[in-house]
């Protein structure tokens, strides 16, 4: 019956059925060699003897941790800040120039300096992991602590509200569905973050796995990787999406993210 209402859990993996028995034929029928593209089966394959050997795990867990740490500091950042600029105007004209200009930044070119400030270690790819988490982050919560209803907010000034029951009250159940917005961007942003960095200077992670398997030709394994990330990816987009259906229980959270 679940199923009936909701016929996406019928059809999408009907769709990945689809996608993968076409990939699977093309590539034997054309007769593809796997170091160019290797069929889903060699990948399957590839994704089971990692697992068994456990190489993929201690990987998964490093990018894991520094994707984690990242978004969790870059939400932070970006929810202090949101909240001081949607404060004050004066606030705004002076510090968001440089917000925007800082994110304006091309960050791969970045990457380089925080591993020549931070080392090879987790620190240079959680920095850049909160480098992009705090932007969508600080965005979300300014729309948001400004959108709600005038009409409220002076009803309640008329009932002596202070400004901190008017904040606590009015402005932040209006801005949760947009800052929950930005938390499930933010947290891909983050993972996409923590293997660029990776690529350019580290000893451990899942980009760096990618690097070790591109340079063995590997590309069975390199699929593989892929498949892990983006598992992971909409593994923590669904796990914002669950935090915000508990937290916003009174709203509709299909409409702010999609899900």
Known sequence: MRRLRRPEYLLSPLIAVALLASWEGLVR???????????????????????????????????????????????????????????????????????????????????????LWFGFGIWSKVAMACMIAFFPVMVNVIVGLRAVDRELVELMGSLSASEWQVFRLARVPTALPYLFAGLDVAIVFSLLATIVAEFVGSQIGMGNLILQMNFALDVPGVFAVLLILSLLGVGLHLVVVKIQRRVIFWGNSDVVTGA
């Open 29 to 115: 029928g054309l007769r593809v060699p796997a170091f160019i593209v290797p069929a889903p089966s060699a990948v399957f394959l590839a994704l089971a003897r990692g697992l068994w050997s456990g190489i993929y795990v201690t990987h998964f867990v490093h990018t894991l941790a520094e994707t984690l740490l990242g978004f969790l500091i870059g939400a932070l950042v970006g929810l202090v800040l949101g909240a001081a600029i949607a404060r004050s105007r004066l606030v705004e004209r002076t510090l968001y120039p440089y917000v925007v200009g800082f994110q304006a930044m091309p960050k791969i070119a970045i990457a380089p300096l925080l591993v």
